[in-house]
C-alpha cells in the first residue's frame, strides 16, 4: 500500500488497538473473503485523504486493491474527504468524477483552502479533523 510509504501501518494499529489491514490477496487467518467481510462489517467507510487517483478508480467501478474492492461491496455511507493539489481537484475530470460520485451517493467532506503540499495556497487542503468527525457522527 503506498500510503505506507508515509506511515507504517503499526501506528494505526498502536493507536486504534485494531487490525489494520492493506493487502488485497493474503492468506486470511480465518476463512472469509477479507474485503467483503470488512465491508459487511463497515457502519461506515471514510477516505481520508482520498486521491485524485482513488477517487476515479470508485468512479469508474475499478476493483484493484483493498480499498476500492471494499467501497464496491460496501452497503454503508461512503464518506470522502479529498486532498490533492487545487490544479488536480480542478481537473474536470476529477470534478466529473466527484459529480458522478455523489450522483450515487456518497457524501464528500471538503476539500477546503489552505497551504499545500507544493507549497501553493489553494483549494485541496484535506478538511479539518474536527469537520471530518462531525459528518462521520452524523452519518452514523
Known amino acids: 500500500m503506498k500510503a505506507e510509504r508515509f506511515t507504517h501501518p503499526i501506528v ?11 493487502k488485497l490477496f493474503t492468506v486470511p487467518e480465518t476463512w472469509n473473503i477479507e474485503h467483503i467481510a470488512l465491508a459487511e462489517k463497515a ?13 476515479a478508480k470508485i468512479a469508474a467501478g475499478i476493483c484493484d486493491d483493498l480499498l ?4 464496491s461491496a460496501a452497503k454503508s455511507p461512503v464518506l470522502i474527504a479529498p486532498a490533492m493539489n487545487t490544479n488536480m481537484y480542478e481537473n474536470k475530470i476529477t470534478q466529473a468524477n466527484v459529480k458522478k ?3 450515487l451517493g456518497y457524501r464528500f467532506i471538503g476539500p477546503r483552502k489552505g ?3 507544493c507549497g501553493a495556497t ?12 462531525k459528518e462521520v457522527k452524523k452519518s452514523l
Open 115 to 117: 497551504r499545500l503540499a
Open 68 to 71: 476500492t474492492c471494499v467501497v
Open 122 to 133: 489553494g483549494v485541496g487542503c484535506l478538511a479539518e479533523v474536527e469537520e471530518i468527525v
Open 12 to 22: 494505526f494499529q498502536s493507536l486504534s488497538a485494531n487490525k489494520v489491514y492493506g
Open 101 to 103: 460520485l455523489r450522483t
Open 43 to 55: 457502519d461506515l467507510v471514510l477516505i481520508a485523504p482520498a486521491t485524485a487517483n482513488i477517487i
